[in-house]
């Protein structure tokens, strides 16, 4: 049996691509154990639609959060819950007057090694789209059109 641990928010391996998006890893998964993560974002930020080869639960915690997975768009808040199979097309932002938290989990793990690729891209500033796809593509994630605050106004 493998032990317990426990991950202190405080000590979560964290990602910043944006100033207003953070994404923390509780628990940074592999083949065999999924990420867990804890994304906070400002009304209007988030990712660019994508998709990539493995499946995506999230949990709102704080705020609203419109997504889009596949032809669908929803808004949700605290307590909601949003499946996202593989391979699906999707992307969400925070909507509304304050931040937003996902608690978010994805299986198989190891998005960590992804995330620290494409926050680098962010060192100078928002990349252009062509260097962030290609970045994401080395991971095995695709990068299928703009984020949904310039996609809906």
Do not use: K
């Not at 100033?19 to 974002?41: K, N, W, Y």
């Not at 199979?85 to 996902?102: K, T, V």
């Not at 299986?107 to 500033?125: E, K, L, R």
């Amino acid at each position: 049996m493998d032990p317990a641990w426990v991950t202190r928010a405080a000590d979560a391996l964290t990602f910043t691509t944006s100033p207003t998006d953070a994404l923390s890893f509780l628990c940074q998964g592999d083949a065999e154990m999924p990420d867990v993560m804890v994304e906070r974002i400002a009304p209007g930020d988030g990712p660019p639609l994508h998709s990539h080869p493995w499946a995506a639960w999230d949990v709102v915690t704080h705020g609203q959060v419109r997504f889009q997975v596949g032809d669908d768009t929803v808004d949700v808040g605290p307590g909601d819950f949003v499946y996202t199979p593989p391979n699906a097309a999707h992307a969400f932002m925070g909507i509304g007057d304050e931040p937003a938290q996902i608690v978010e989990f994805q299986w198989p793990g190891g998005f960590q090694h992804a995330y620290a690729d494409i926050s680098a891209a962010f060192a100078d500033g928002p990349p252009d789209f062509p260097a962030l796809a290609e970045t994401a593509a080395r991971h095995n994630i695709q990068l299928l059109g703009p984020p949904l605050a310039a996609a809906h106004g």
